[in-house]
């Protein structure tokens, strides 16, 4: 039966969610069932990344549950992957009015210590999957309330556009899972903007692995010559890597996003923000309504003006404020 349960997570900070006993064992398990179909957290017993991601995906293989002792929990990856994900449940339930990652209430499934010293997290079309990172460069992925964010969004996405994850539309799938993960996370000034800032350098403040206001000042070794994530469409990375720069290109929209909200002048193009509580519905607008799975750049900038008009209309013919800030700023980042 449900169980108010407890444990620190990975800041040493004590949280207390729900969890569930086994009548028979009477151990406790990382389900909490008061989020529709529940929150399911499981831990891997490091088994190769590729592989889980491979066979969960497959076979729904979830790895083991997480152990206890008198209803408390002594995994710290897990309690933040099974705390984040209700949190990241609650945005899209309060703000977006979604019902999980399907609209239909499907069960969060969360699993953690996935590979060694892995410094990276995925989804993988049914699951989200948290490495623990190599503790230098990332600390445990699960750690970081907009990584959540991130992956639980690409579930978003494959149940809504399903955009196809290579070259521009890779990239819009990426900067949407950025830009709503980041909105979910919900936190202001600087680090709204940075992703993973938490479980990045952990002895090196002020950074993370991307950034959605200044792409330009985060630099990304060993993916392109330049070396940049690039903030404008004339600057884009085309090649072969990272699936044709899904990861890279995607800073481009996320510039555009950050304009819309916080407005700025970029490279010459001032634009007006319209701030964060009116930039996520027009993104989560655009993905549910007009994004599909070969929307590329241009298409993205449609969608995005398409779901402004529609949620701020046009005045005496004229371009509402919202709609005049999203031109704007695909203006800026050089998308037409
Ligand atoms: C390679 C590589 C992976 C990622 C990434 O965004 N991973 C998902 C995140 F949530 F961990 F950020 N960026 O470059
Ligand atoms: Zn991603």
Known sequence: EPV??????????????????DPETGTHYLFDGTRS???????????????????SALLGMTGFEVESRNNFFYDPSAVSAHVN???VYDYYKKVHGRDSLDGEG???????????????????????????????????????????????????????????????????NESIADILGAFAENKTGEDLWLLGEDIWTPTT?????RSMSDP???YIGGYTESGYYPDHYSKRYIG??????????????????????????????SVTGIGKTKAEKIFYRALTHYLTAS?????????????????HPDRNGQPSAEVNAVMAAYDAVGVQ
């Open 205 to 209: 403040p002020g950074d993370g692995l």
């Open 106 to 172: 499907m069960k969060l499934v969360s699993t953690v210590h996935i590979g060694s010293k892995w410094n990276n997290a995925a989804w993988n079309g049914k699951q989200m999957l948290y490495g623990d990172g190599d503790g230098t460069r990332m600390i445990s992925l699960s750690g970081g309330l907009d990584v959540i964010g991130h992956e639980m969004t690409h579930g978003v996405i494959t149940n809504t556009a399903d955009i196809n994850y290579e070259n521009e539309s890779g990239a819009i």
């Open 216 to 218: 330009g000042s985060v």
């Open 240 to 269: 072969e890597l990272d699936k044709g720069g899904v990861h890279i290109n995607s800073s481009i929209n996320n510039k555009a996003a950050h304009l819309i909200t916080d407005g700025g002048t970029h490279y010459g193009v």
């Open 85 to 87: 994900a209700g949190k």
């Open 295 to 311: 929307s590329d750049f241009s298409q993205m900038r449609q969608a995005a003006i398409q779901a402004a008009r529609d949620l």
């Open 37 to 55: 179909e529940g929150v399911h957290t499981f831990k891997a017993n490091r088994m190769p990344e590729n592989a889980f991601i491979i066979l």
């Open 4 to 21: 108010q349960a407890r444990g620190m997570d990975i800041f040493g900070t004590l949280q207390s969610f729900q969890a569930v006993k």
